[in-house]
């Protein structure tokens, strides 16, 4: 197959199944359905190997305006971003085949899923900044109905408020693509930077005014503070494997955005060492903090977990902002394991609201009885979270920290190893808690009254799957590292 | 191919001639003969733009017997040709889509009168399109301001009747301005066609003889046209004529009307006065400052709005805020994507009407937002394109919306800094306030209900069906295809000036 049919196809495949899947109203019965989907879910993921398997491309699709071509082009770090989407999308597509029975509006939530998986593809492979805004843009309109799928007043306003706060981010990105249109010899993504710099001469403090602005408004779908509201309110409403694949995925988009403007538009010499930086880096650190405090203070698993994600997210966010290679690579497997972990985490979540109805941290005693394999997948995973080796939360956080201690940056050199501790320490707070009620319930547990629910295979080989995915990289790293570190190497 | 030259003068005598005829004919066949007439219009206009195009000049085509400068011309290049062939084809869908309405909101008796006045309009626009001549410019002024009145005012009820009131008054106003202005210009060069004025213009302003009036001129013209157009603040009139207007009106008017005004303006700009000469009188500025001021009230008032026809209709207020601030900037870059967002209003606003009237048959012709609640099930494909359209509109890539702000923010950094900052802050808020009002009435039509309206099925209007889906891809056409529109654009203000 030639290369650009490669990634067209890998794109068009799943929005166009999935749009079909919207589109057709015959009223067909719910097996036809999960197979159709299943089938779709599995083409996809060999049409994405079948990309990732190609050489580096560009493709110019058409041209939107004049020098405002439509690109794709897959590149190392559109690759990585790739992969995890597939691995994430597909099993997390697996979990809702039982985990959907309850919820209805089956098709009109697959029909979506569907679509976004192919949005997603596109914006791993977008080519230069207007293909990504593009791709962004559409990401969050497909991604809403996944939002407020179950059409509860509660959940139309949660997914309102993502719809705002998306778009709102999305506009103080465009205001800074306004300016690099101008200031750059090409919006296409390269790595080192594309400002051009005898235009940017004198205008220095305009561009870090856009960049700052494009890494706050990008940094809204990455739950960045100060416009993180969104992120508790929206993720926990929807179906659990949406939010899983939300907090898992959608998020990532925002880093992916990030990164591709620091790294691939601005350069990371152009803000090293200037107020953006410091700033991004401020963002970062209380982030961190105050996602993780706001977690350990929630009751509510679901919505304790989204709070997880500002945290995690933000470690990825940090791990940019420290601008070099050490930071860069730990961010990238921060990016990896956080996504395989989140996920886990929130399919756990599913598993037992669909089990048992218990939405609430508190009521969770005994259920390490109850479903043993589930909850020992969620401590496995939590175990990565909190960064305990040998799972894949170590290395990442191994790679931030050390990054910070030799950026150099006075202040944040100490500042960040200190709050990324602080925060591993209220992660094992909010996610222990929910292993040891559940495993050992306390004297007063009646025993008698237990009975084993763990969820069918569809539900735990997914789990299964994403713990070991979360422990693998942890063990081996070092075929995934040596290539994280080229990337990082080659951007700076 | 020579024929070919003759088409702008034949398009502008057969819609007149279509509205004489139309007069004495009963509903039924007025309105075949509108559709005919309009795509005639539609397909000359193509032949002129194909014409033009291919030989890539302007043509001047006398108007009766005596030459310049005593004669009456028009003049065609490509920038007219694309004008004419886009503003025909809007013409027509919007006339289809809101067909149905027609048979009930306007009395049978009178429909033909209907007819008439649209291929009044027609011509009108047409000849402001094509002339060579300020006067006839302002006679076709006055022509398409009292077919737009008759537009309005032909539902025949107490809110039209005051709006039509309320537009007559101000749209008098402005013609009146433009006369003065127009008046002062003739004193003072001896000259109406445009081309002649242009070269007087330019010696006075060599000389520097007669600076005050050429001013005050300007200004007159200037603000006289602004008013005609609903830019903010003189937009009190428009709410109320677009929002309770038939569906057909509302859309005709947001979306040619008020254009072929801005596109008279641009004439002056380029044809009449000249770029400089208008740049140095710091008319831009203004026109700069309002443009901002618009776009923002317009989408404030929009969010304030509690019923669907109005919201869009204060939307305009916002668009036209949008051109005129692309004027502002001053440069040919901002004139270009000024009249690239006239092509992309005017397809998307008329759309939002269009898909508006679709919404509330839906909902028991209720114009509220709490009846229109689920719309979008009742009627799937007026939702759809409802939705389409606030994409477009909200600025979503791959829509004509996105193009045209891409397009003014490329023209607003490469002016000074005093004016690219504020374009580009202002765009970024109105673009977020249009982000509201949109998508909160696109989650609206899309919120789940149980309603007592019935749905209704595409198949039970047909035409409606294929208007909507025909809007959609202009849109989209001229989303992704915008380069050979830019291209076009760009060609014809060169043969401009």
Redesign the interface.
Same mark, same amino acid.
């Given at each position: 197959m030639s290369k650009s049919v490669s990634l067209l196809l890998a794109i068009l495949f799943p929005v166009l199944a999935g749009t079909a899947l919207l589109v057709v109203r015959k009223k067909d019965d719910r097996k036809k359905i999960l197979a159709y989907v299943g089938v779709v879910l599995g083409i996809t993921g060999v049409l994405v190997i079948n990309a990732l398997t190609t050489k580096e491309t560009e493709i110019v699709l058409?041209?939107?305006?004049?020098h +405002?071509p439509i690109v794709l082009k897959l590149d190392g770090f559109g690759k990585l971003f790739l992969a995890i989407v597939s691995i994430v999308w597909i099993l997390a597509g697996c979990f809702s085949f039982t985990y959907m029975k309850h919820e209805k509006n089956e098709k009109r939530y697959f029909g979506f899923y569907l679509v976004t998986f192919g949005v997603l593809v596109g914006l791993g492979c977008a080519g230069n900044l207007?293909t990504m &805004?593009?791709f962004y843009?559409?990401m969050t309109?497909v991604s809403f109905p996944l939002v407020i799928h179950n059409?509860s007043k509660e959940a139309?306003m949660a #997914?309102?408020k993502y /719809?705002?706060y998306s778009?709102?981010g999305a &506009?103080?990105a465009?205001?800074g @693509?306004?300016?690099l !249109?101008?200031y750059t010899t090409t919006l296409t993504f390269t790595a080192g930077g594309t400002l051009n710099m005898e235009l940017v001469a004198g205008h220095e403090t305009?561009l870090l005014v856009a960049a700052c602005l494009m890494l706050v408004g990008f940094g809204v779908k990455a739950g960045m503070f100060p416009l993180h509201a969104w992120l508790p309110t929206a993720h926990p409403v929807a179906p659990a494997p949406a939010s899983a694949a939300l907090s898992g995925i959608i998020v990532k988009a925002g880093v992916l955005a990030i990164v591709r403007v620091v790294f691939y538009l601005f350069g990371a010499d152009f803000i090293r060492g200037t107020w953006v930086q410091y700033l991004f880096l401020t963002f970062a650190l209380i982030t961190v903090f105050m996602g993780s405090m706001l977690a350990y203070r929630e009751k509510v698993l679901k919505k304790r977990l989204a709070y997880s994600t500002v945290s995690q997210l933000s470690y990825i966010l940090f791990g940019i902002a420290l601008l070099n290679p050490v930071g860069l690579t730990g961010s990238m497997l921060h990016m990896i394991a956080h996504a395989f972990i989140k996920c886990a985490l929130f399919l756990c979540a599913g598993a037992i609201i669909f089990q048992t109805g218990i939405t609430n941290v508190d009521d969770l005693k005994g259920i390490g009885k109850k479903m043993p394999l589930t909850i020992w997948c969620f401590t496995i995973v939590s175990l990565g979270l909190i960064g305990i080796p040998p799972t894949g939360g170590f290395i990442s956080k191994w790679y931030l920290a050390t990054g910070a201690l030799d950026s150099g940056i006075a202040g944040f050199q100490y500042a960040g190893p200190i709050v990324l501790l602080i925060s591993a320490l209220l992660t094992a707070g909010y996610l222990l808690p929910v292993t040891i009620k559940g495993f050992f319930p306390g004297d007063d547990f009646d025993y008698d009254k237990l009975e084993k629910c763990e969820p069918g295979k569809w539900m735990t080989v997914p789990l299964v799957i994403l713990a070991a995915l979360s422990v693998v990289i942890g063990m081996f790293p070092n075929g995934l590292l040596s290539y994280i570190q080229a990337i990082a190497a080659g951007l700076m | 191919m020579e024929i070919l030259r003759n088409f702008p003068c034949f398009s502008l005598i057969l819609s007149m001639c279509a509205s004489i005829i139309s007069s004495a004919l009963n509903g039924k066949w007025a309105r075949r003969l509108n559709i005919f007439v309009i795509s005639a219009i539609g397909v000359m206009s193509a032949c002129t733009l194909y014409f033009t195009f291919v030989t890539n000049q302007c043509y001047i085509y006398k108007m009766g017997r005596f030459s310049a400068p005593w004669g009456n011309e028009i003049r065609f290049g490509n920038l007219e040709a694309v004008m004419a062939l886009f503003f025909s084809v809007i013409m027509l869908l919007s006339i289809l889509g809101g067909r149905k309405h027609l048979f009930v909101e306007v009395d049978p008796f009178k429909e033909n009168l209907y007819y008439v006045l649209i291929n009044l309009l027609m011509s009108s626009l047409l000849a402001l399109i094509y002339t060579n001549d300020l006067f006839t410019a302002y006679v076709f002024v006055e022509i398409n301001t009292i077919s737009a009145c008759g537009l309005i005012m032909i539902r025949e009820n107490g809110h039209t009747l005051e709006a039509a009131t309320r537009y007559m008054l101000m749209s008098l106003i402005g013609s009146g301005l433009l006369l003065f202005g127009l008046c002062i210009l003739y004193d003072i060069t001896g000259h109406l066609l445009m081309s002649n004025i242009k070269e007087q213009v330019l010696l006075l302003a060599q000389t520097g003889q007669y600076h005050i009036p050429l001013v005050v001129a300007i200004i007159f013209m200037g603000v006289g046209l602004a008013i005609k157009s609903a830019l903010f603040p003189f937009h009190s009139w428009l709410p109320d004529s677009y929002g309770y207007s038939t569906a057909s009106s509302a859309a005709i008017l947001s979306s040619l009307v008020s254009k072929g005004y801005i596109f008279l303006l641009i004439k002056i700009f380029y044809r009449v006065i000249g770029f400089e000469i208008i740049a140095e009188s710091r008319l831009f500025n203004v026109l700069f400052v309002f443009g901002l001021c618009g776009m923002i009230f317009g989408s404030l008032s929009a969010i304030r709005e509690n019923d669907i026809r109005r919201m869009i209709a204060f939307s305009s207020v916002a668009q036209i805020g949008y051109i005129y601030m692309g004027f502002g900037l001053g440069t040919k870059a901002g004139m270009i994507a000024s009249i690239f967002h006239i092509f992309s209003h005017a397809a998307t606003k008329s759309m939002l009407f269009i898909a508006a009237v679709g919404l509330t048959d839906a909902s028991g012709k209720s114009k509220k937002f709490i009846d229109l609640t689920g719309a979008g099930y009742r009627n799937v494909i007026a939702g759809a394109t409802f939705t389409v359209g606030s /994409?477009s509109m909200? #600025?979503?890539?791959?829509f004509s919306g996105f193009?045209s702000?891409? @397009?003014f923010?490329?023209a *607003?950094? *490469?002016v000074g800094?005093n004016k690219m900052l504020p374009t /580009?802050?202002v /765009?970024?808020i109105s673009?977020?306030l249009n982000?509201?009002y949109f998508?909160?009435t696109v989650?609206r039509i899309y919120?789940?209900v149980k309603s007592d309206y019935p749905t209704i099925p595409w198949k039970q209007d047909v035409s409606y069906a294929v208007v909507c889906i025909c809007f959609i891809i202009c849109n989209v056409v001229l989303g992704? !295809? *915008?380069?050979p529109i +830019?291209d076009l654009i760009r060609s014809g203000l060169a043969m401009f000036a």
């Open positions: 058409f041209e939107l305006m004049e +405002v207007i &805004y593009a843009e559409f309109l059409q139309v #997914g309102l /719809l705002f778009f709102f &506009y103080m465009l205001f @693509l306004f300016f !249109c101008r305009l | /994409l909200v #600025g979503v890539p791959l193009i702000k891409i @397009l923010a490329q *607003s950094v *490469s800094v /580009l802050i /765009l970024a673009t977020i982000a509201i998508m909160k989650v919120t789940p992704m !295809c *915008s380069e +830019v």
